[in-house]
Each structure stands twice: as structure tokens, then as C-alpha cells.
């Protein structure tokens, strides 16, 4: 089983950029798809992007053209990079191991393996 830390994060005004990145051992970390999920106070956690092994990589509608998911299969790391921030991506942001080979990308049941979660903050 694959183990996750996740790290980065913190506070930044409205427009502003931040990285979280995830760090993973344990197990084969290059032949999972990976995911980052959010969850803001008194909401469920949701799906904000997936990159398959590959590279190959899904955003939610919300994120798209904001934010850059990658990874570095050698290193066993991945990031998400956020760009022109918005107060309501304030969250909780977790890093996934879709330990299900089959399922969609977006659905948390799929994911087996959950970092501890890093706090983002977006004042406006």
C-alpha cells in the first residue's frame, strides 16, 4: 500500500499562486493514477484533478486553465500547481492513490490511499 504526505500550501491573497505537492512511498507509486481532492468547511470533499500514470491529466470545470497537475514518476512526488487563486478555493487539499483500477477519476471511492491534507487559505 502506498503511503502519502502531502506539503506546500498556506495563505495568499486573491490572485495569487501556491503549489501543494505530494510525496509517496511504500509501494509502486508510478503505476497508480493520482489525484488531489479539496474539502471546504462544511462541504464534502470533491474531486479537483486526476494524472494517470502516463501524464495524462483531468480537472474539474472549476480549476481548469488555473491550476497544473504533474508528477515525477522517478522521485514519487506530485504537484498542483494553483494559480490566479480565488477566495473559494479555500480548503482542506488531499493527495490520492486511485487504488481501483476501474471507476471514474472523480470518485473518491476509487481512491484507496489519502494523504493527511494541507490547508489552503485565499483571503480576497
Known amino acids: 500500500q502506498v503511503q502519502l504526505v502531502e506539503s506546500g500550501g498556506g495563505w495568499v491573497q486573491a490572485g495569487g499562486s501556491l503549489r501543494v505537492s505530494c510525496a509517496a512511498s511504500?509501494?509502486?507509486?508510478?503505476?497508480?493514477?493520482m489525484g488531489w481532492f479539496r474539502q471546504a468547511p462544511g462541504k464534502e470533499r470533491g474531486f479537483v484533478a486526476a494524472?494517470?500514470?502516463?501524464?495524462?491529466?483531468l480537472y474539474a470545470d472549476s480549476v481548469k486553465g488555473r491550476f497544473t497537475i504533474s508528477r515525477d514518476n522517478a522521485k514519487n512526488t506530485m504537484d498542483l500547481q494553483m494559480n490566479n487563486l480565488k477566495p473559494e478555493d479555500t480548503a482542506v487539499y488531499y493527495c490520492?492513490?486511485?487504488?481501483?483500477?476501474?471507476?471514474?477519476?472523480?470518485?473518491?471511492?476509487?481512491?484507496?490511499?489519502w494523504g493527511q491534507g494541507t490547508q489552503v487559505t485565499v483571503s480576497s
Open positions: 511504500g509501494s509502486t507509486f508510478s503505476s497508480y493514477t
Open positions: 494524472i494517470m500514470s502516463n501524464g495524462v491529466s
Open positions: 490520492a492513490a486511485k487504488t481501483r483500477k476501474f471507476g471514474t477519476f472523480y470518485s473518491l471511492a476509487n481512491y484507496g490511499a
